[in-house]
């Protein structure tokens, strides 16, 4: 048997550690521990009950229940937990169970083990599951004494569709110790070090920045693979300026890196990460929003899973809601080609799951493994390998960039995976609203790009239809600015895809700089600067509810005839005739209006609405002649992009972009990357 023929010898390697929550997060706890009794829930095992898994009275059935909780002073550091006299804790939650069908579906590992130590006497209990969410027992031993190692032999065999280990653990009257917890796996031995470029884009949040700096100077001992962490600034309020920029940078101990480039958006800054990662000669540049706040050992995970990933493969983390941080936005998405929408990769999961109301053990359709086309940006991470074949970000500057990213790795055979117990926390889009406003370009014309590069449906499926749909509700709604920025974005389709990078600084000037000339995008932050609805008018507007199938059609024609023929109220651009809350926002509300005073999803502040039916008019008739031409070209347009984003999607395309665009540049971080790597290479 030749050398290369030789069998690898395996080893037992570190795949998970148990974690505790950062200091000063107790909202956070039921992420890393359940400290309700490990046998007092249980899931209804009824296939009947299954097949309708949102009916919450049929997920749970509560055997007993327990008034126990997690004391914030029981966590003695983030490995170990003081238990109480008689106490369960469960570490069957989103952070210290195990994802065990992941490795299975991922990774050649098969056989695992669970590594406890404590201190004191007590009891030790492995659970799994199966794909349904069925909690079955698979071991236990008691433990006593002051330095405990309790070793459990497992097997991920059995979780092909799903399912996760975890244990818990049961103090005796006397309490018991957690001193820490791992999971290990059968490895190959590492050939070398992995080496990382972590990368931040950031547009005016240097705090959020220095936030998370610190965080990772605080846990640079877990961190050895991060070998640059490269913040790309493309704001105004630097980074560089913050009080803190100099302490932040010494604690990171010379990995700190700033680029300031121009603002080049969400897809200019993230490109940037993947080019100075390949630069930098590392394995994997890992993408972060600025937005978040990190859980550390997020990182550790996500590299530790692609390291063992049979083929190189895209993995990103999860994204909590950042302001009710036990709420998860989404386990996973796919893309509905048909409509060219992001959607819930099966039909049981929810969004804004809320870990505080329903934890793991109780969640049945958190079981299943979830499959997914995309991971969103806010953290993810991206082999070199990958970016070599297919290329860097699309330049788009903001929206589908990291969906189409997704998509164009599967074509080209590698897979993403969002992985349990990886996330950030994030600002969901409960307060934004990105539909409108300046962003309605990027939204109209990316979302058309990725159709045309990805979609086989016929023109497309429901992309243009639904493309008209939208021009209708935006102008019915008075928002003509929103309108403006749609109709330039079908107009710039047609120049395709070569001069997208050229776009790329420019477009959004070119958007604000028309904001003047739309009512409806002047933005003021007290209502009381706007003038007062006249005394006894009538607050009309359309249905409190959207019209049902039955009633749209006649109700559409009798709107679009209102809204193309009839003049408005003699004085509604000097009075409105009234105020609308967000959250009645509505087309259907807004469409029974002539002027009107509508706040935005922040709450900061609230515009003027007021109709105007020439100009609806015109952009109706603009749209309509784009749709149509749409329509005509669409296969040869199809044809066009896919032959040219191989070229503007590539790494000569964006160093010559990067080149022009450079403000300033701390010069490649000095903590040793290179070297190490050089090393390695000679070794």
């Not at 860097?392 to 969002?418: C, H, Q």
């Not at 009633?551 to 000097?574: C, F, G, I, M, N």
């Amino acid at each position: 048997m030749t050398t290369a023929e030789a069998p690898v010898e395996l080893r037992w390697g570190l795949l998970q550690r148990t974690i505790l929550p950062l200091e000063g997060q107790a909202d956070v706890v039921p992420l890393y521990v359940d400290a309700g009794s490990a046998n007092g829930v249980r899931l209804v095992e009824d296939d009947g009950m299954y097949r309708v898994p949102k009916r919450r009275e049929d997920k749970l059935n509560l055997v007993s229940s327990s008034e126990a909780e997690a004391h914030y002073e029981d966590f003695l550091s983030r490995e170990s937990m003081a238990v109480r006299p008689g106490q369960h804790v469960s570490f069957g939650t989103y952070f210290n169970a195990f994802p065990a069908s992941y490795w299975r579906r991922w990774t050649s590992v098969r056989e695992i083990r669970l590594v406890v130590e404590t201190k004191g006497r007590g009891a030790v209990v492995v659970y799994k599951t199966n794909a349904r969410g069925a909690i079955q027992r698979v071991a236990g031993k008691r433990v006593d004494g002051d330095g405990t190692a309790t070793v459990f032999d497992l097997t991920l065999k059995p979780f092909g569709d799903g399912g996760w280990y975890w244990f818990d653990v049961n103090a005796s009257v006397d309490g018991l110790e957690l001193t820490s917890a791992r999971w290990e796996g059968l490895v190959p031995p590492r050939v070398r070090e992995t080496s990382i470029t972590l990368q931040i884009t950031t547009v005016n949040k240097p705090q959020f920045c220095i936030d998370n700096a610190r965080i990772l100077a605080d846990s640079l001992d877990r961190l050895d693979a991060v070998r640059e962490i490269l913040i790309v600034d493309q704001g105004t309020d630097k980074v560089r300026d913050h009080p803190d920029f100099l302490e932040i940078e010494a604690g990171l101990g010379g990995r700190l890196r700033v680029i300031e480039q121009t603002n080049l958006g969400g897809s200019g800054g993230f490109a940037r990460g993947m080019f100075e990662a390949l630069e930098g000669g590392h394995d994997y540049a890992l993408l972060l929003d600025d937005d978040v706040v990190i859980e550390p050992e997020s990182i550790t995970r996500l590299v530790t899973f692609a390291d063992l990933c049979r083929k190189p493969t895209i993995v990103g983390g999860h994204m909590f809601d950042l302001y009710n941080r036990t709420t998860l936005h989404t386990f996973g998405e796919v893309v509905d080609l048909h409509r060219v929408q992001p959607a819930p990769p099966h039909e049981d999961m929810e969004l804004g799951h809320d870990f505080s109301r329903s934890n793991l053990r109780q969640t049945r359709w958190l079981h299943r493994r979830t499959d997914v086309d995309y991971n969103g940006w806010w953290m993810c991470l991206i082999p070199t390998e990958v970016m070599r074949e297919i290329g860097l970000a699309m330049p788009v500057f903001i929206k589908w960039d990291d969906s189409e990213y997704g998509l164009r790795a599967r074509n080209a055979g590698f897979n993403t995976v969002s992985f349990p117990g990886a996330a950030v926390w994030h600002v969901s889009w409960v307060d934004k609203d990105d539909l409108v406003g300046w962003q309605a370009y990027f939204h109209e014309r990316n979302r058309t790009i990725t159709a045309l590069l990805h979609s086989e449906f016929a023109k497309s499926g429901r992309v243009l239809r639904e493309s008209v749909q939208n021009d209708v509700k935006h102008l019915v709604s008075m928002q003509y600015f929103t309108q403006h920025g749609r109709i330039m974005a079908l107009r710039d389709l047609f120049d395709g895809p070569e001069g997208l990078h050229n776009k790329l600084a420019a477009k959004l000037p070119e958007i604000n700089a028309v904001r003047a000339q739309y009512s409806d995008a002047q933005i003021r932050s007290d209502v009381d600067d706007f003038p007062s609805p006249k005394a006894g008018r009538s607050l009309t507007g359309g249905p409190a509810i959207a019209p049902s199938k039955k009633q749209l059609v006649p109700w559409a024609l009798k709107t679009v005839s209102r809204q193309l023929l009839r003049a408005p109220l003699e004085d509604s651009t000097v009075r409105p005739q009234g105020f609308l809350a967000h959250r009645d926002n509505k087309w259907w509300r807004l469409a029974g209006y002539d002027s009107v005073i509508v706040s935005n999803a922040e709450g900061t502040g609230a515009s003027w609405y007021q109709r105007k039916p020439e100009l609806l008019r015109s952009m109706l008739a603009e749209a309509t002649r784009l749709h149509a031409r749409l329509y005509r070209d669409w296969e040869q347009l199809a044809e066009r992009y896919r032959a040219g984003m191989p070229k503007v999607t590539s790494i000569d395309a964006w160093r010559e972009t990067f080149t022009k665009h450079t403000v300033f540049d701390t010069g490649r971080a000095d903590s040793g990357g290179e070297a190490a790597v050089a090393a390695e290479a000679e070794a």
